[in-house]
């Protein structure tokens, strides 16, 4: 059984900063891929960032060049580090990974952007 639990959501200030975390259960995470979205009230779930089993990124248009996300295999964790943050990133942020056909997703970790 796969589990992932994320954590570091939270309250800030517009242009403030965060660093999420997703820790996964079992040792065949270092195989694959892992996602983070973010879902806002009102909005369906969107694509934020992704990190290959290798390391390579992907981000969506609207938060790169201010989040970076990024693995440590050997703690079953990756990292969303989100810098610069504004209004319109206050959502509930999940991670995902997909083993097979499978999606499992975390439970999400609200995260509030608001002076």
């Known amino acids: 059984q796969v589990q992932l639990v994320e954590s570091g959501g939270g309250l800030v200030q517009p242009g403030g900063s965060l660093r999420l975390s997703c820790a996964a259960s079992?040792?065949?995470?270092?195989?694959?891929?892992m996602g983070w979205y973010r879902q806002a009230p009102g909005k369906q779930r969107e694509w934020v960032a992704s990190?290959?089993?290798?390391?390579?990124?992907n981000y969506a248009d609207s938060v790169k060049g201010r989040f970076t996300v990024s693995r440590d295999n050997a703690k079953n964790t990756v990292y969303l580090q989100m810098n610069s943050l504004k209004p319109e990133d206050t959502a509930v942020y999940y991670c995902?990974?997909?083993?097979?056909?499978?999606?499992?997703w975390g439970q999400g970790t609200q995260v509030t952007v608001s002076s």
């Open positions: 995902k990974v997909r083993i097979l056909t499978v999606d499992y």
């Open positions: 079992g040792s065949i995470f270092s195989r694959y891929a």
């Open positions: 990190i290959t089993s290798g390391g390579s990124t």
